[in-house]
């Protein structure tokens, strides 16, 4: 561990960093660093890339044989971490089929249309990454999922079906907290950057993350 001694300048705390550590990152003087919260107790300072703020995109050809093929696109796409994915298609798109989409799109949290004709459909990744650490979102699941153990069981015992469907519904929000979850941890899982951000090991902590929810998921879907 290497303890810096916080110092106030003009109103602001200051906290030196490690020069072996900014020659083996290339941060010299003048050079701008990014500092992110990861938890209450925790920050990380990181050098900014090159390439960082260059969003990532895929296009996704409509129409195809079955709508379900360019919906496993769209999803795809979200859960390997594309910031903008545009849906093109040769022909105008279906009242039917766009209402579909519009369905799917409202299952990825942070997905948004930022651009819509009637042949296509811009999507947009829109949430701020630094706050999507896996241990957030894996907390909050839990927070649902034991708030829908309780209203089961008093569900079950008061045989009122109000409280039931109100868990039926956050079962719905549930799956897209996994969604989010598969999203952040793929990243990770491909960026070593992105994993040191989080404070992960890409290989094991991630797929610990990925597999924790997905037993908390089973979990829930069990009672």
Same mark, same amino acid.
């Given at each position: 561990?290497?303890?810096?001694?916080?110092?106030?300048?003009?109103?602001?705390?200051?906290?030196?960093?490690?020069?072996?550590?900014?020659?083996?990152? #290339?941060?010299?003087?003048?050079?701008?660093?990014?500092?992110?919260?990861?938890?209450?107790?925790?920050?990380?300072?990181?050098?900014?890339?090159?390439?960082?703020?260059?969003?990532?995109?895929?296009?996704?050809?409509?129409?195809?044989?079955?709508?379900?093929?360019?919906?496993?696109?769209?999803?795809?796409?979200?859960?390997?971490?594309?910031?903008?994915?545009?849906? *093109?298609?040769?022909?105008?798109?279906?009242?039917?089929?766009?209402?579909?989409?519009?369905?799917?799109?409202?299952?990825?949290?942070?997905?948004?249309?930022?651009?819509?004709?009637?042949?296509?459909?811009?999507? *947009?990744?829109?949430?701020?990454?630094?706050?999507?650490?896996?241990?957030?979102?894996?907390?909050?699941?839990?927070?649902?999922?034991? #708030?829908?153990?309780?209203?089961?069981?008093?569900?079950?015992?008061?045989?009122?079906?109000?409280?039931?469907?109100?868990?039926?519904?956050?079962?719905?929000?549930?799956?897209?907290?996994?969604?989010?979850?598969?999203?952040?941890?793929?990243?990770?899982?491909?960026?070593?950057?992105?994993?040191?951000?989080?404070?992960?090991?890409?290989?094991?902590?991630?797929? #610990?993350?990925?597999?924790?929810?997905?037993?908390?998921?089973?979990?829930?879907?069990?009672?």
């Amino acid at each position: 561990m290497n303890a810096r001694k916080v110092l106030e300048m003009g109103g602001s705390f200051l906290v030196s960093i490690p020069r072996d550590w900014a020659k083996r990152n #290339g941060v010299s003087k003048g050079d701008t660093v990014v500092v992110e919260e990861l938890s209450e107790r925790r920050l990380v300072v990181r050098p900014i890339e090159k390439t960082e703020g260059a969003p990532k995109e895929v296009e996704v050809e409509y129409p195809r044989e079955d709508l379900t093929y360019v919906i496993n696109d769209v999803t795809g796409a979200y859960l390997f971490g594309y910031d903008i994915i545009r849906v *093109q298609g040769r022909t105008v798109m279906t009242r039917e089929d766009r209402e579909r989409l519009k369905s799917t799109i409202g299952r990825l949290i942070g997905l948004e249309i930022i651009d819509e004709d009637s042949k296509k459909m811009t999507l *947009q990744f829109l949430l701020e990454p630094a706050g999507l650490t896996p241990e957030r979102i894996a907390k909050r699941m839990m927070g649902i999922i034991e #708030g829908m153990i309780k209203d089961t069981r008093d569900g079950v015992s008061t045989r009122d079906p109000k409280v039931l469907a109100l868990v039926a519904e956050r079962d719905d929000e549930l799956d897209r907290l996994y969604f989010l979850l598969v999203r952040a941890v793929r990243t990770a899982a491909m960026d070593q950057e992105v994993a040191k951000r989080y404070a992960l090991t890409p290989a094991r902590e991630c797929r #610990g993350h990925h597999r924790g929810a997905l037993e908390e998921t089973r979990g829930g879907a069990s009672l």
